[in-house]
């Protein structure tokens, strides 16, 4: 299978981007951690941790990151860069078990591997990235029927998630915060990449600035940006990191390929076996998630259970309520 030079490019800013968003979990979350000792906690609408050197160090790490990968959205698809953060969980998990001393066992280790596994099988038979020429070209497949339905659609989600659930569950069940940063990261990648596509034709000679849509597409990956940072902070302050990194990535992954799929068909070039085999990737990948995310069940003893997991129990312990 040949992988197109543009789809190299991507692959190498795409696996940079996951080292340093993988390790920035780890140290946001030390980060959180200490502010917590001496300030309001962000799950509880806090913001002390603006004044912790060890969440800006973090911070740092993850905008090194995010530009990496904006970077690589410019390069390649969305089906190919998206599902190499699962590279991140690896770094973060691995990272857990020696600074934040939350244990990776056997099982973890076999869900890094699946993960590479799956990544390597999607990498290999990722679809070609289309010709674009113009932002208008992006802005002309942003604004096809199919995608306005679906931004309505993330839109009226994240609206009662953000002002019904979120005061009610956001502190028992990590699927609240985790919902809206993962719906929004949706919107964040198809702007990205239009943004990106509008840098890398810009420098070109090409300057797209000159257009409205490029700074449409710029205010709404603002404002996407920063909704996500607010609720993983809460999602990450509440419940323990090897639970939010692949609940995250999960969803998010999900969600960002079946945007792609609607607003750049990135499938329409591909046949069935090339589609289904980037599905088993896929797939095998979540796997990999899925025992990371058993990890943490297996490190956590039978006294004192995760509060994540214990707020999945069917039956809820009052003490936890007010966390």
């Not at 913001?47 to 060890?54: G, R, T």
């Not at 289904?276 to 998630?289: D, K, M, Q």
């Not at 995310?293 to 312990?317: I, M, R």
């Amino acid at each position: 299978m040949v992988i197109s030079t543009d789809n190299v490019n991507g692959l190498v800013l795409a696996a940079s981007s996951s080292a340093f968003i993988g390790s920035s979990f780890i140290i946001k979350k030390k980060g959180l951690m200490k502010a917590g000792n001496y300030g309001t906690r962000a799950g509880s609408g806090g913001h002390s941790y603006l004044c912790e050197p060890w969440w800006w160090t973090g911070m740092i790490a993850m905008i090194v990151g995010e530009i990496a990968n904006f970077a690589a959205y410019a390069f390649a698809p969305a089906i190919l860069v998206t599902p190499l953060g699962a590279l991140s969980i690896i770094f973060s998990a691995v990272l857990a078990h020696f600074i934040l001393k939350e244990r990776l066992h056997i099982f973890g280790v076999l869900g890094c591997v699946l993960c590479v596994v799956g990544s390597t099988t999607i990498v290999l038979h990722a679809p070609h990235e289309r010709t674009i020429v113009s932002v208008k070209q992006v802005w002309h497949l942003a604004t096809q029927p199919g995608f306005l339905v679906y931004a309505a659609i993330i839109f009226i989600m994240v609206t009662v998630l953000i002002f019904y659930y979120a005061p009610r569950y956001g502190h028992t069940h990590l699927i609240v915060d985790v919902g809206i940063c993962s719906l929004m990261g949706s919107l964040t990648v198809m702007s990205v990449k239009a943004v990106g596509i509008g840098l890398k034709l810009t420098f070109e000679g090409k300057n797209q600035f000159v257009y409205f849509q490029t700074w449409f597409f710029t205010g709404v990956m603002a404002v996407c940006c920063l909704m996500q940072i607010n609720y993983l902070n809460k999602a990450l302050d509440t419940f323990n990191t090897a639970m939010v990194s692949p609940v995250y990535y999960v969803m998010f992954t999900s969600l960002t390929i079946l945007a792609s799929m609607i607003m750049f068909k990135d499938w329409d070039s591909q046949n069935g076996t090339q589609i289904a085999t980037e599905l088993c990737g896929f797939v095998t990948i979540l796997s990999g998630t899925f025992l990371l995310h058993k990890t943490e069940d297996l490190g956590s003893s039978p006294s004192t259970p995760p509060l994540a997991y214990a707020n999945s129990s069917t039956t809820q312990d009052p003490n936890l309520e007010g966390r």
